[in-house]
């Protein structure tokens, strides 16, 4: 069954990608990697270069599953995308890697995080 990824350039983005490959090898795979970026926003951290896109999946390179990356703009919600390709491939499993927040307080975990844990109908992996 396929594992999803939703990847973000971070030390915490790379830590699921890692998960996240083992968890589809396991499994018996594929390995799906998506990065989403918001159509018109420029410089979040969250959003992939292409240079750091293929450093992911340099590191995903010798995966005993096969591995697809994609690309995804929105102008809407993230974690509908997210939604979305879980539904189309029938994953069986979502990898996140989460930002540890000092406030916590103010955030407990980001709305994008907390809304695929709610409503994604696969298991939800939280690195």
Do not use: C
């Not at 999946?57 to 697809?68: F, I, P, T």
């Amino acid at each position: 069954m396929a594992v999803v990824v939703g990847f973000i350039p971070t030390e915490v983005g790379y830590a699921a990608l890692d998960v996240a490959r083992v968890e589809a090898e396991r499994r018996g795979g594929p390995l799906i990697v998506v990065n989403v970026s918001r159509a018109g926003v420029t410089g979040d951290p969250r959003h992939a270069s292409e240079q750091q896109f293929e450093i992911a999946m340099d590191r995903l390179r010798g995966a005993a599953v096969r591995v697809e990356q994609r690309r995804e703009t929105t102008e809407d919600d993230i974690a509908e995308v997210l939604l979305e390709i879980l539904e189309q491939e029938k994953a069986e499993l979502l990898v996140l890697g989460i930002r540890r927040q000092k406030d916590v307080g103010r955030h407990l975990l980001g709305l994008t995080i907390q809304k695929l844990l709610l409503s994604a109908r696969s298991e939800v992996l939280v690195v």
